[in-house]
């Protein structure tokens, strides 16, 4: 189904691989829809619970294709609305999955692909991983990753690295939000399955609460309103099948039904 992309399953993990080694797994409209899409069908596949974004070759993603970004120069402003509008819809469709997403990250990713990388809800990086929002540098913005972005590594780091875009080591990216984790490059894989390990314990309609309640709660001054939204999402949980599922589970000693073999 798809041309810059392949989807490999394992279980309930889905790996989504960006598969334009030759060309650093950059972006452009193809890559864009096909990852759009994928997101979108992972999500409604009930048998996955975990998607994992890689990308083939020596780098995670180096962003926005220099051919695609030429094409772009010599558009009007619609065509460039557009490609924008196309771009900012993948990112988000990618962090809004219902799903956990982790970001394997095992090269370059520069610009738009430290943006897929701030779009997952984790991020796992090779000590050989380098990051940047190298934007400036072209003489535009890190507009559509921003978001993203920012919500990583908050306001003031941002006003650093988007300007002077620098590159940033993964040890550094571990730092300031970006990753999560930082291991050797032998060592990705296994720090990935750790993880993946981890999530598949939870439930999976709680984790999407979870994810729903962060986006609700962050950022928010808790007053009335805050405390009552909250009050309302745990015992609406609470009376759903698998809360009454996990809790009997834990009672009984025994591993709820959403745990495979």
Not at 134 to 154: H, M, N, Q, T
Not at 222 to 229: A, G, K
Request: proline share 4%; aromatic share 6%.
């Amino acid at each position: 189904m798809f041309t810059s992309l392949e989807i490999e399953l394992a279980g309930p993990v889905a790996t989504i691989w960006m598969n334009r080694p030759d060309l650093h797994n950059a972006f452009d409209e193809t890559l864009i829809t096909e990852l759009t899409a994928a997101c979108f069908a992972l999500d409604d596949d009930q048998d996955v619970r975990v998607a994992v974004l890689a990308g083939r070759g020596k780098s995670f993603s180096a962003g926005a294709d220099l051919n695609w970004m030429k094409r772009a120069a010599n558009n009007g402003i619609d065509d460039n609305l557009n490609d924008a509008r196309a771009l900012a819809t993948m990112l988000r469709t990618l962090a809004e999955m219902k799903k956990p997403t982790i970001a394997r990250v095992q090269g370059a990713a520069l610009g738009g692909g430290m943006g897929l990388a701030a779009a997952c809800d984790i991020a796992v990086a090779s000590t050989k991983a380098v990051f940047a929002t190298s934007e400036v540098k072209f003489g535009i913005i890190p507009s559509a990753i921003s978001p993203y972005v920012l919500r990583a590594i908050g306001a003031r780091q941002a006003y650093r690295y988007f300007q002077s875009a620098e590159r940033i080591s993964a040890e550094r990216a571990q730092d300031i939000g970006l990753v999560h984790e930082t291991v050797e490059p032998e060592q990705l894989d296994a720090k990935v399955q750790e993880i993946v390990s981890a999530l598949l314990q939870g439930g999976p309609l709680s984790q999407a609460a979870a994810k729903d309640l962060i986006r609700a709660v962050s950022n928010q001054p808790i007053n009335d309103n805050l405390v009552e939204d909250t009050a309302h999402r745990i015992a609406h949980l609470r009376a759903t099948p698998e809360a009454r599922e996990g809790i009997s589970a834990f009672l009984d000693k025994r591993q709820p039904n959403w745990i495979g073999e």
